[in-house]
């Protein structure tokens, strides 16, 4: 009688779904909430990229309305004002674009200075590149560390060529 009660529940399909889903809804969800966290940090990586391309840009457009032109870099002011347009969006007020990036973590640079007194770009006749770039671990994303992963950083870079207002 046990022999044979064994051997219909073996045959039996009822409660094989109830089994399937208790096997599969594990890595259904740990895939759900991966998909977000890829999804949740391809977004803060665009808005530190467009943070800091509007930084690069903003240097690019000033302090070369003087003459000779002046590096951009030279002026504090132009600088500060760069880091909180990467960081904030606004040269002054404004918030974050991404939580735990902070001016701190703005980098800005001007290389050494081109000659264009032939003409071949467009603009004043010396031409500083400026250099923004950012590296920083993003606290938010923690179903990284959830998993054993280490947080991934989000890092951005732009060079433009100043060539004053316009």
Same mark, same amino acid.
């Given at each position: 009688?046990?022999?044979?009660?064994?051997? @219909?529940?073996?045959?039996?399909?009822?409660?094989?779904?109830?089994?399937?889903? #208790?096997?599969?809804?594990?890595?259904?969800?740990?895939?759900?909430?991966?998909?977000?966290?890829?999804?949740?940090?391809?977004?803060?990586?665009?808005?530190?990229?467009?943070?800091?391309?509007?930084?690069?840009?903003?240097? *690019?457009?000033? *302090?070369?309305?003087?003459?000779?032109?002046?590096?951009?870099?030279?002026?504090?002011?132009?600088?500060?004002?760069?880091?909180?347009?990467? #960081?904030?969006?606004?040269? @002054? /007020?404004? #918030?974050?674009?991404?939580?735990?990036?902070?001016?701190?973590?703005?980098?800005?640079?001007?290389?050494? @200075?081109?000659?264009?007194?032939?003409?071949?770009? @467009?603009?004043?006749?010396?031409?500083?590149?400026?250099?923004?770039? #950012?590296?920083?671990?993003?606290?938010?994303? /923690?179903?990284?560390?959830?998993?054993?992963?280490?947080?991934?950083?989000?890092?951005?870079?732009?060079?433009?060529?100043?060539?004053?207002?316009?």
């Amino acid at each position: 009688m046990l022999k044979r009660s064994i051997e @219909s529940l073996w045959h039996d399909n009822e409660g094989s779904v109830l089994i399937e889903a #208790t096997i599969l809804m594990p890595f259904l969800v740990t895939l759900m909430f991966g998909l977000f966290e890829f999804s949740w940090y391809f977004h803060k990586q665009q808005l530190v990229e467009s943070g800091v391309r509007d930084a690069a840009r903003y240097l *690019a457009r000033t *302090a070369l309305d003087t003459t000779p032109p002046t590096n951009p870099c030279d002026n504090a002011t132009f600088v500060a004002n760069a880091k909180n347009i990467a #960081t904030k969006g606004a040269i @002054s /007020g404004g #918030t974050a674009r991404v939580s735990g990036w902070g001016v701190g973590l703005v980098k800005i640079e001007c290389l050494p @200075s081109i000659d264009n007194s032939a003409g071949a770009y @467009s603009g004043a006749t010396t031409i500083y590149p400026v250099i923004v770039s #950012t590296t920083f671990a993003d606290p938010d994303l /923690g179903y990284f560390g959830m998993l054993g992963l280490t947080v991934p950083y989000l890092s951005a870079s732009h060079t433009e060529r100043s060539i004053g207002p316009g």
